[in-house]
């Protein structure tokens, strides 16, 4: 884990990342939403669970978390899901059906502590208004991104993400070049399903997101970003079918 860090008032990233040889690093980020009612985005990578516990420990009294949205079931995101769950009684875990079945291969979840909703909902949490949407970007079914309303803060998932040469605080501080390619190459080996759809169908699940008109954007996989360094990244997405697969080994 590296040391949690505020971009904007009532956020705080929790960052860590995966190192990729010749590369760089892929940023892997969870979010607290700080408030009366914390929210927890994401809960870490599974083999720092602790870590990640002890960091959270340090920001806020986590029995008072209430909500946890989960983007997905990934180790990645979950990664301390279920201690989490134990230390939070009151803590309500949102995702889908289908994330909820995946998650119970690993461990009983109690459904009563679910909220379960999907892409399009509408629903209210910590005390802010959020609308779950599927991501143009995804390697799971039960993949949501959220979209805070009010302050507009779009919590994307894999969506977006991006191998960068090393970690940084701002999407800012990634060079543009080596961003955009980053995030082609992560969003191709990620989501190789990219080569099969239509580009113009695709391009148009962009701009849905484009529409959004989010102020920040908070990537699992991408350092955060506002909205108008986060253009370029928008356009480069909506080609990402263009582009052909990724030459993967064999
Ligand atoms: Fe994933
Ligand atoms: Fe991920």
């Given at each position: ?107 009983h979840l109690d459904p009563t502590r679910v909220r379960f909703v999907g892409p399009g909902a509408r629903f209210e949490a ?79 699940a962009v701009g849905t997101f484009r529409r959004l008109d989010a ?36």
């Open positions: 884990m590296e040391p949690a860090f505020s971009p904007t008032p009532d956020v705080v990233v929790l960052p860590s990342c995966e190192p990729v040889p010749g590369v760089g690093v892929l940023p892997v980020q969870a979010f607290l939403l700080r408030g009366a009612s914390p929210v927890l985005v994401d809960t870490g990578l599974a083999r720092e669970a602790d870590a990640f516990i002890d960091a959270l420990d340090m920001l806020v009294d986590v029995s008072r978390l209430s909500c946890i949205l989960l983007t997905h079931e990934d180790a990645d995101h979950a990664g301390a899901l279920f201690p989490l769950l134990e230390r939070a009684p009151h803590a309500r875990l949102v995702t889908t059906p289908v994330g909820f079945g995946k998650l119970g291969s690993v461990q910590g005390g802010r208004t959020f609308r779950a949407l599927r991501p143009p970007m995804y390697d799971s079914p039960a993949t949501l991104a959220f979209f805070e309303e009010r302050q507009r803060w779009l919590f994307a998932s894999d969506g977006f993400g991006a191998f960068v040469p090393e970690l940084t605080e701002r999407g800012e501080d990634v060079p543009l070049e080596a961003g955009l390619e980053g995030m082609s190459a992560f969003c191709r080996a990620n989501s190789p399903w990219l080569m099969d759809v239509d580009p113009a169908l695709y391009a148009e102020d920040w954007i908070f990537a699992s996989h991408l350092p955060p970003i506002r909205k108008a360094a986060f253009e370029p990244y928008l356009e480069r997405a909506a080609r990402l079918p263009k582009e052909g697969q990724l030459p993967l080994a064999v």
